[in-house]
C-alpha cells in the first residue's frame, strides 16, 4: 500500500511544479510583468509580448512533454518497488 | 483555372476522403461507437484531439481577432493552448484510468448520484449545442463565399457528411477523419502564412518572421495615428486579460469534446502522450496565427498608406464588400480607425491569401481549411451529445436493462438526431445560442472542471458538495453573462444591466463562478458525511496508473 502512497506524493510534487511554472510563464510573464519585461528585446521583439504570443505556448508544450516523460518513468519504477514487495502491493486495478 | 474552380477541386477531393474513411471505420458494438474500442495510438488521438478543438473560430476568426486586438490578443493564443496543460496534469490520465464513456459517467460515479451524472449530461448538451451550432454556420459562410452556393444548401452538404461518418462510425469513424482534417486544416493554414512570410521578409518560417515586421508595424501604425501594436491592454484591463485567460484555460479543461478523446487510448501513459501530441499540433496553428494576424494588419496598413481613400476600389475590398463582410462607410474611408471599422475580423484569414496576390490555388485550399476545422469540432461535439442523450440519459436513467443492440441503436439515432437539430441551428441562429457560444468556456469553468479536479486530487468531496458547487457555479456564471449582454439575452432590453463584476467582464466572469463553484463544493462537503469507502477505494485507484 505505501508503495502506492509515496507514488502519489511524489506525483503531486511534480504536479504542483510544473504547475508554478504554467503560471510563471502564463500569468506572470505574460500578463502580470509585461509592462516590466517589455523594456527587454528579444530579437527585434519586446520580450514581454513575445512571452504573451509564442514563448508561453512554448512552454506549455515542453511541460507536458516532461510531465509524460517524468511521470512514465515513476510509474515504472513505481511497478518494480511493488514486484519487490508483493504483499504490501497497490490495489489491483479492475476496470470501471 | 480560377479560385472557385481550385477550391471545387479541393473541397471535392477532400470530402471523398472524409466519407471514405468514414465507411472505412463503421463499428459494431458501443463501445466502439463510444470510445472508438479504445485502441487510438497516442500521436493518431493528439491529432483528433487538434482537430477536434480548433474549430471554424480558431481558424477563421482567431487570427483576426489577434489583427485587431494586438497585445489583448493573446487572451486567446495563451487561453486555449494553456488548458492543455491543466488537462494534461489535473485530468486526462485520471479519466482514462477511471475508463468509461463519458464526462457524466464519471461524475455519475465518482459522487455515487444518477442527479450528479443528469446534471453533468444537461450541462454537457447545453454547452455543445450552443458551440456547435456556429460550426454549422461556419460550414455555410465556407460555402457560400468560395462556391457561390446558397448558405442553407451549404449547411445540409455538412450534415450530409457529417450524418455519413458519426451514424456508422460514431467515435471511430470520427475520429480517423478527424486526422485527415487536421492534415487538411494545418496544411491550408500554414502553406499561406509560409507564402506571406517569405514575400514580406524572405523568411519562410512566419514565427521568425514576425519579428521583422513587429517594427515596421508599429511605425505604421504609429504614422497612421494608432497606438503600438504590442502595447498592452488596449482594449482590455489587466484583470481582465488575466480573467479571460485563466477562464478559458479552465473551460478548455472542462469541455466535455475534448475530454472525451483521452478515454479513447489504450492505456494511462498513452492518454499522456496524445496531451502532449495535441498540444504540439495545436501549437503549429496558435503560434502561426499571431504572425498571419500581424502580416495582414501590415499589409493593410500599408496598402492604405499608399492608396489612401482609393483602398476601397482594391478588387479585395469589392469581392468582401458584396458579401457584407465589408462595409465602406458613405463617406469613403478617410482615416485608419474608419478603414479598422469597416472590415469583418472574421476575413483576415480568408482574405490574407488573395490580399498578398497568391496563387489561386492557395486561396482554394483556405476553403478546404475552413471546412476542415468546422466539420471535425462539429462531429466531436455531435458524438457528446449522442451519448449524453443515449449513454448517460437512456442507457443509465430510463432503461438500464437495455440490450447491447438496443444501446446502438439509440446512439446512432441520437447523433442523427442531433445533427440535424444542429443544422436547423446553424440556418436559423437563435440571437440568444450565438451569445452563449462565446460564453461556453465561462460554463464549462465554472461547471464542470472544478468538480472533476476535485473528484480526483480530494478524497473528501461528496455528492452534496458536487451537486451544490457544479449548480452554484453555472447559475451564478450564467446569470451574469445573461445581466451582462441583457441587451442580447433578455427580450425588451437594450442595454445591459451590469457592466462588470468586481471589475471583471462577461467573458472573464466564469472565472468566479469557477471560485465559488471550489469554494461551494468544498464547504458543503466538509459539513456533510464523506463519500463511502467503495468511492474512496476507487479514487485511490485511479490515482495509481498500475494495471
Redesign the interface.
Known sequence: MHVAKAYWRRQLRRTGLLLVVWAVAGFGCSILFVEQLNRISFGDMPFGFWMAQQGSIYVFILLIFLYALLSGRADRQATLEADGEKDTAPPSATEG | MSIQAWTWVTVGITFAAYLYIGYRSRVKSTKGFYVAGQGVPAIANGAATAADWMSAASFISMAGL?SFMG?D??VY??GW??G??LL???LA?FLR?F??YTVPDFVGVRYYSQTARVVAAIAAIFVSFTYVAGQMAGVGVAFGRFLEIPFELGVAIGMVVVAFFAVLGGMKGITYTQVAQYCVLIFAYTVPAIAIALLLTGNPVP?LA???I??KLNAIQHDLGLSSY?N?FTGLS?LN??AI??CL?AGTAGLPHVIVRFYTVKN??AA??S??WA??FI?IL??TA?AVAMFAKYHILQQFAELGPAIAEQSWMQNWAATGLVTIPEGGIQTADQLLEAINRDIIVLATPEIARLPAVVVALVAAGGLAAALSTASGLLLVISSALAHDIYGSVINPQASEKRRLFVGRAMIFLAVVVAGVLGVYPLGFVAEVVAFAFGLAAASFFPVIVLGIFWKRANKQGAIAGMSIGLVFTFVMIALMRAQNVIPGMDEPVLDHFLGVGAQGVGVIGMLLNFAVTIGVSLCTPDSPISVR?LV??V?????
Request: no cysteine.
Open positions: 489577434i497585445f490578443g493573446a493564443l495563451m493552448t494553456g492543455y496543460v494534461a496534469l489535473l490520465p484510468k475508463g468509461q514565427q514576425m519579428e521583422e513587429l517594427p504590442s498592452p489587466k486579460v488575466f485567460t485563466l484555460m494511462v501513459k499522456r502522450w496531451a502532449f498540444l504540439l501549437g496558435y503560434t499571431p477505494d485511490e485507484r490515482r495509481y496508473p498500475n494495471e
